[in-house]
């Protein structure tokens, strides 16, 4: 009985050496593993782009985001040789593209092409499926433009504070492309400030609204530049200011809304943003082009074209400006009585 019960102590120390050493393989393997893993990350990280880049825009094809979105693009596959495809996700105002890309890879292949509201607005009046602060890295501005009170030429007014006077004996008819837009948004934001009452008419589209502007069928709307530079010398409608921070060089002699109401500085922007997680070094990355690409002469000339300013902020200055405007879309809001919907 003892050699046996000898062998078996002996056969348990091997079997407790063999763990030992198994165990010790196992530390060594995942040690080395861990110490592989920084370089590789980095090598992925500078190598962007390695694959097609997706840019989704929340809004039909042809519109002006789209047509943005196209021409960043464009410049963005010419200076980093790889394809960037724009693809359309429609609905929801924006909603359905930023949940999208919100919950796509955070490696810098696919891009969020956005317009102001589904940042600042769309999140605080409907329910939708990201944060608009925790779900997203800010990248860069592409393009921004104000936008500009005109109203039928009817009314017998030519300045902002004829139009108020005007204004304060009747209910005023105003029109927009939807609930939320910033076009309804700055439009309730300045009757709120002048202390006019006001009827919101919404249309499918903003040329829809400026049509029945044209017609006399609404008595004021907030445009973007791009959409009536063309009206600057017409009969057809009057223009009466901007909500910009300066006086525009395309509308010589127009104040701007803030000259009689502080503070009234109401933009759109378009720009790139990326899933939160996206690491730092691919954001700086795909900022530094799209810099480029908003200081490309062939853009500046479309840009201008379209009414727009040109962008190209850096990461850090995109999200400083997101958090100084957020309080007068707020206002506006609230000036607009739009309350979130119930999930």
């Known amino acids: 009985m003892v050699p046996a019960f000898g062998t078996n102590m002996r056969s348990s120390r091997i079997c407790r050496h063999n763990a030992a050493l198994s165990w010790l393989h196992r530390s060594v393997l995942a040690l080395v593993a861990g110490f592989a893993i920084p370089p590789l990350t980095h090598a992925q990280e500078t190598n962007w782009p390695s694959k097609t880049v997706t840019v989704v825009v929340g809004f039909g094809a042809g519109g002006a985001t789209d047509v943005m979105a196209r021409m960043a693009s464009r410049k963005l596959s010419e200076d980093l040789k790889q394809a960037f495809v724009v693809e359309n996700r429609v609905g929801g105002a924006g909603n359905v593209a ?39 890295a800010p990248v860069s501005t592409f393009g921004s433009g104000p936008f500009i009170l005109v109203i039928r030429p009817s009314i017998p007014v030519k300045t902002i504070p004829q139009f108020v006077d005007f204004a304060k004996t009747r209910n005023i008819i105003y029109g927009s492309p939807g609930p939320g837009s910033i076009t309804h948004l700055i439009s309730a934001l300045f009757l709120s400030r002048a202390g006019l009452e006001g009827t919101h008419v919404p249309f499918r589209s903003g040329d829809q609204a400026l049509v029945a502007l044209l017609g006399g069928q609404i008595d004021m709307y907030f445009s973007p530049i791009g ?114 919907e119930s999930p």
Do not use: C
């Open 98 to 136: 930023a949940t999208y890309v919100a919950r796509s890879a955070p490696d810098g292949h696919t891009l969020f092409f956005a317009a102001s509201p589904q940042i600042a607005a769309t999140p605080k009046i409907q329910v939708v499926g990201y944060d608009p602060i925790a779900d997203f």
């Open 227 to 340: 959409n009536i530079i063309q009206y600057v010398d017409s009969p057809q409608l009057t223009i009466l200011g901007a909500a910009s921070e300066h006086r525009m060089k395309q509308l010589d002699g127009v104040p701007t809304i803030g000259e009689f109401y502080p503070n009234t500085v109401f933009s759109g922007w378009n720009g790139f943003l990326v899933p939160a997680k996206t690491p730092r070094t691919i954001v700086e990355k795909i900022a530094k082009h799209v810099i480029l690409a908003a200081r490309d002469p062939d853009n500046v000339v479309q840009l201008k074209k379209l009414g727009m300013e040109p962008g190209g902020e850096t990461p850090d200055e995109f999200a400083a400006q997101i958090t100084r405007e957020q309080p007068q879309f707020d206002e506006a809001i609230r000036a607009a009585n739009l309350k979130r």
